[in-house]
C-alpha cells in the first residue's frame, strides 16, 4: 500500500539553527501539506501546497518557514532559525485529486535545544 | 470560529463496549469531517468521513452520526477491541484538496481486556 515517507524520523538542533525535513508523499497525489503537532497537543494545520506554490498557510507559518518541491518526489520544509517553540512532531501529508481525505506520514519529531 | 471541541480527553471502555466520542463544529461553511485514528509514534491515520448532507455513516464497527442543526458529530466505535485503543480526532474542513484540516483536542481511548 503507497504510504507518505518522512526523514529524519528525529531531529535535534539549537536553537538558532536551520533545519529541513523531508518528505516523499504519495506518488501520484498532487496535494502536500504540513502539520505539526506540540507534544500532548492537538494536530495544527501549516500549510498546503499545491502546482509548486502555496494555496494556504496558517499564521503559523511565518517567515521562518518555507516549502519546496525540489524535484518530483520530494517535499521539504525548512525552518530557517529554529526557536524552542518549535520542538514539535512534524507531519506531511498529500492527497489525490477528487479525494480530499489526507494521508499522513509518520512524522518527524524536531527538538530544539 | 474555526474550532472544532472534541470530547472526552479520555476514555476507557470494556472489550465489547460502545465507545463514543464527541465533535462540535463552530463554521458552517465546513462541508467534511472526517475521523483520524492515531497510534502512539504514527501519524494519523484517516478512519472514516462524512458530508454534512448525511445524517449516519457506517464503516463495519465504526459509524460517525451527524447532527446538522446542533453542528455535532460524533464517532461511534462497536464491539471496542484491545486493538482500538489509539487516539482519536475529529476534524473539520471546507472539503477541498487545498484547504486546512481544523482538528479537535484528540481523545486517548484505552479498551480494557
Known amino acids: 500500500e503507497p504510504e507518505v515517507t518522512q526523514t529524519p524520523s528525529h531531529q535535534v538542533t539549537q536553537m538558532g539553527q536551520e533545519v529541513i525535513l523531508r518528505c516523499v508523499p504519495i506518488?501520484?497525489?498532487?496535494?502536500f501539506y504540513w502539520y505539526r503537532q506540540i507534544l500532548g497537543q492537538k494536530v495544527e494545520f501549516l500549510v498546503s501546497?499545491?502546482?509548486?506554490?502555496?494555496?494556504?498557510k496558517s499564521e503559523i507559518f511565518d517567515d521562518q518557514f518555507s516549502v519546496e518541491r525540489p524535484d518530483g518526489s520530494n517535499f521539504t520544509l525548512k525552518i530557517r532559525s529554529t526557536k524552542l517553540e518549535d520542538s514539535a512532531m512534524y507531519f506531511c501529508?498529500?492527497?489525490?485529486?477528487?479525494?480530499?481525505?489526507?494521508?499522513f506520514g509518520p512524522g518527524t519529531r524536531l527538538t530544539v535545544l | 470560529q474555526q474550532q472544532v471541541k472534541q470530547s472526552p480527553q479520555s476514555l476507557i471502555v470494556q472489550k465489547g463496549g460502545i465507545s463514543i466520542i464527541n465533535c462540535a463544529y463552530e463554521?458552517?461553511?465546513?462541508?467534511?469531517f472526517p475521523w483520524y485514528q492515531q497510534f502512539p509514534g504514527k501519524g494519523p491515520a484517516l478512519l472514516i468521513a462524512?458530508?454534512?448532507?448525511?445524517s449516519e455513516k457506517k464503516e463495519g464497527r465504526f459509524t460517525i452520526s451527524f447532527n446538522k442543526s446542533a453542528k455535532q458529530f460524533s464517532l461511534h466505535i462497536m464491539d471496542s477491541q484491545p486493538g482500538d485503543s489509539a487516539t482519536y480526532f475529529c476534524?473539520?474542513?471546507?472539503?477541498?484538496?487545498?484547504?486546512?484540516?481544523?482538528f479537535g483536542q484528540g481523545t486517548t481511548l484505552q479498551v480494557k481486556p
Open positions: 501529508a498529500s492527497s489525490a485529486r477528487g479525494f480530499v481525505g489526507r494521508f
Open positions: 506518488s501520484n497525489h498532487l496535494y
Open positions: 501546497f499545491y502546482n509548486n506554490e502555496i494555496s494556504e
Open positions: 463554521n458552517t461553511a465546513f462541508d467534511y
Open positions: 462524512i458530508r454534512p448532507d448525511v
Open positions: 476534524a473539520g474542513s471546507f472539503g477541498s484538496n487545498t484547504g486546512k484540516l481544523i
